[in-house]
């Protein structure tokens, strides 16, 4: 059985850093492209980056550019997400994703807040 499991949510201040981890079990991880995916209240779910299985650059939102930073450990089974300069428009519940042909799988989400 495939499990997603995000962890590292939780309240920061408008300008401060947080650094979001998934773990993955019951697939071959570094077959796997790795996702996050962001959703707000009241908006739809998007694509925040994704790194792909091995040898390739990440690719990242306009919104999150230069301040966030997406990164995988292969032998932890594990993907992170570090965001700097955090905004108060980051907040967001934050999703885990692991794709490769034919397969899709979703982790439940950890919720970021930026609040003052």
């Known amino acids: 059985q495939v499990q997603l499991v995000e962890s590292g949510g939780g309240l920061v201040q408008p300008g401060g850093s947080l650094k979001v981890s998934c773990a993955a079990s019951g697939l071959t991880f570094s077959y796997y492209a790795m996702s996050w995916y962001r959703q707000a209240p009241g908006k739809e779910r998007e694509l925040v980056t994704v790194i792909p299985t091995a040898g390739g650059s990440p690719n990242y939102g306009d919104s999150v550019k230069g301040r966030f930073t997406i990164s995988r450990d292969n032998a932890k089974n594990t993907v992170y997400l570090q965001m700097n300069s955090l905004k108060p428009e980051d907040t967001a519940v934050y999703y885990c994703?692991?794709?490769?042909?034919?397969?899709?799988?979703w982790g439940k989400g950890t919720l970021v807040t930026v609040s003052s």
């Open positions: 994703n692991a794709r490769r042909t034919g397969l899709d799988y």
